[in-house]
């Protein structure tokens, strides 16, 4: 009956595949739909076996059987709901094949677009050759311009074809490696399952007393509290089984280096440039000038930027203030004398004496209200 049933189910198929094509395709997707339902009914048989098994221990007087069956109920609850979840793995197995099915008519219906285009520029050609003795110039036109737009449509015909050929069998390649590591998974799953919960079963089956040699009123049961644990075992082993990933690996991160960290040096040596390219473009001429107010910027950012005031014992000789008072006398006050150089180089002021405590401090004086 069975064997009648599978043939009448696969001449419908192909029966049904004739108009579309893909009949193998088509056979597959059934056989893969009579896999799910097998498996489904094993499992469903599995259920109703082991029920009747535990309804039929409770009518029995040895307690070890009793409480072995009991025990063996919490564990096909486990089995069942594993070969649950294995039954919808193999119902995505079988959407797989049906998505490819429908890249496959995808790819169909473009081929016949195709076709249609080339007919009607064979139906074109054919009018053009009868209306080429009898029809007008402008008639001629018309069907040359008729015959241009087929051809158009034709080729844009072909290219929707190629390309959709290409992108079909790149769609369908992944679709099939990635149900195919679905259900490799599923099947590995389902052992690991199966090996823990009858690993289970058997551990908790030798718990039954051994009879041989003995007399059964003389053997007592000491199990219950044994088997009990295997079932929360098995059922811990079975809640963190995780199933491993088929992904494909992704690319490591780019990782950037930071930033230098901020340096004041360096901004120090940007704003000294700085003054110093303003200081030549402005209003200084020449190479010499332009060294001389480079040397003057770097010295007032040198005696800005010191923590110790200006003194007495300052190292500062009076040809490097006269120098520092002769680039900037913009800086100084109106009140203050102005600074030259005289005939040997060395600064000259009409109140700045070059020796003594009186020049010292003249010296300071001059040199703080640059500073300012």
């Known amino acids: 009956m069975e064997r009648a049933a599978k043939a009448v189910r696969r001449s419908g198929v192909k029966f049904l595949s004739l108009g579309g094509g893909h009949s193998d395709l088509n056979m597959l997707i059934s056989e893969q739909k009579d896999v799910r339902s097998t498996a489904k009914a094993f499992m469903n048989s599995q259920h109703s076996a082991a029920q009747y098994f535990t309804k039929w221990a409770t009518t029995e007087d040895n307690r070890a059987v009793q409480d072995v069956v009991c025990q063996l109920e919490e564990l096909n609850l486990l089995w069942t709901e594993a070969q649950r979840e294995f039954s919808e793995h193999l119902k995505e197995f079988k959407h797989m094949f049906e998505l490819v099915r429908e890249g496959e008519k995808n790819v169909d219906q473009a081929k016949a677009h195709m076709t249609s285009c080339e007919q009607r520029e064979l139906k074109i050609k054919k009018e053009i050759k009868k209306a080429a003795k009898k029809a007008t110039t402008e008639e001629l036109k018309v069907l040359e311009n008729k015959l241009c737009q087929a051809e158009r449509a034709k080729d844009l015909a072909q290219l929707e074809v190629t390309d959709r050929k290409r992108e ?3 769609v369908k390649t992944i679709r099939i490696k990635e149900g195919l590591l679905r259900v490799s998974e ?4 389902l052992g690991k399952k199966s090996t823990t919960i009858y690993q289970a079963q058997k551990d908790i089956a030798h718990e039954l007393p051994d009879v041989h040699d ?7 049961y000491t199990g219950t509290g044994q088997t009990k644990h295997y079932v929360q075992m098995a059922k811990e082993k079975v809640r963190k089984y995780k199933r491993q990933s088929h992904h494909l690996p992704h690319r490591p991160c780019m990782t950037m280096d930071p930033p230098p960290p901020y340096s004041p040096s360096e901004s120090c040596d940007y704003d000294d440039s700085f003054n110093s390219n303003l200081s030549i473009t402005s209003d200084l001429s020449g190479r010499s000038r332009s060294s001389t107010s480079r040397s003057c910027d770097n010295l007032l950012t040198s005696t800005n930027t010191s923590p110790m005031p ?3 014992r300052c190292t500062l000789t009076p040809r490097d203030v006269g120098t520092v008072l002769e680039c900037r006398q913009d800086l100084l006050p109106a009140n203050l004398p102005q ?3 005289n005939s040997l180089g060395t600064p000259r002021t009409s109140s700045i004496n070059h020796g003594g ?11 703080g209200a640059a500073k300012i």
């Open 168 to 170: 079909n069998d790149a």
């Open 186 to 189: 599923a099947y590995i799953e």
């Open 214 to 220: 003995k007399e059964i009123d003389e053997i007592k």
């Open 310 to 312: 200006i003194s007495p």
């Open 339 to 341: 600074v030259g150089r």
């Open 357 to 367: 405590s009186d020049g010292e401090e003249d010296l300071t004086t001059a040199l």
